[in-house]
C-alpha cells in the first residue's frame, strides 16, 4: 500500500510513488524533508534506502554506522543532533564524522549540505530525540530473530563475538525507545520488490492508501 490518492501508472514500481509522496510531504528539518528508515539489523534498510534514494534522484543517504562506533552503539544521539541535525534545522550544511569500523576512530568531518530530502537509515532512526525532526518514519517489518539471522550470515563468523554484543544491546535499545509503534509505514520485502502498507502511526500527510507492490 502506498500513501496515494491515485492508482499507479501501469509498470510503474511503488517505490517510485512512494518518492513522489515523499517529494510532496513538508519539510521537517529546516528547508529538509527527512525520511528515517529503521528496522532490525540485518533487516534490508540499507538496500532499500539505497533504492529509495535512487527513485528520489540521488537523496542523500545518511547512514546511522556512520555515528555510531564500538563504544556506542546506541548511545550516539548527542552527536547526531550536534553534527547534523541543528545545523540542517538552521538551513546550514552539516559536518558528520564517520566512524571506521576496522581502525576503530573517527574519520575527518564530511559535509551534508540541506538537499529537499535526506534519509537518515540505521537500527535508530525512529528514536524518540529524532522523531520530530522526521517528515515520514518507515519501519523494514521482519522480525528480529530473521533479520539478526540474515545479519549473522552476511558478515561471516568473524564477526560473531559483535552480532552477540549487538543483539543484546539492541534488544535494550528497543525495549526503552521502540520504533515500530511510531511507524508511519511498514517496508516488507517479497519476492519480487516489496510491499509498502499503513504503519501503526498511520500515513503522514496522506489520504487513504492503495495497495500495490514494487518490482526490483
Keep these: 500500500m502506498l500513501p496515494s490518492a491515485a492508482a499507479p501508472a501501469p509498470g510503474r514500481p511503488a517505490i517510485h510513488d512512494l518518492a513522489a ?22 533487516s534490508g534498510k540499507s ?3 539505497g533504492r529509495l534514494a535512487t527513485a528520489l534522484d540521488g537523496a542523500p543517504v545518511l547512514r546511522l554506522d556512520d555515528v555510531a562506533s564500538h563504544d556506542e552503539l546506541f548511545d550516539w544521539t548527542g552527536r547526531l543532533l550536534d553534527q547534523v541535525i541543528r545545523p540542517l534545522a538552521r538551513g546550514e550544511t552539516a559536518h558528520c564524522s564517520p566512524y571506521d569500523w ?23 532512526a525512529g528514536r ?3 522523531r520530530p525532526y522526521l517528515a515520514l518514519l518507515l519501519w523494514m517489518d521482519l522480525p528480529r530473530e530473521e533479520s539478526w539471522s540474515r545479519g549473522r550470515a552476511r558478515d561471516g563468523e568473524e564477526q ?8 543484546r544491546a539492541e534488544r535494550a535499545h ?14 516488507r520485502q517479497r519476492e519480487e520488490g516489496y510491499a509498502v502498507v499503513p504503519g501503526p502511526a498511520g500515513t503522514a500527510g496522506s489520504p487513504p492508501p492503495l495497495t500495490h507492490g514494487d518490482q526490483p
Design 174 to 187: 528497543f525495549a526503552g525507545d521502540p520504533t515500530r509503534p511510531f511507524a508511519h509505514l511498514l517496508v
Design 128 to 130: 524518540r530525540a529524532l
Design 102 to 124: 576496522r581502525s576503530r576512530r573517527f574519520g575527518p568531518p564530511r559535509p551534508l549540505p540541506p538537499a529537499p530530502v535526506i534519509l537518515v537509515e540505521g537500527v535508530g
Design 21 to 42: 509522496h515523499v517529494r510532496r510531504l513538508a519539510p521537517s528539518c529546516g528547508p529538509v524533508r527527512l525520511v528515517g528508515v529503521d528496522g532490525h539489523a540485518g
Design 160 to 167: 560473531r563475538e559483535f552480532w552477540d554484543g549487538w543483539t
Design 47 to 49: 538496500t532499500f534506502a
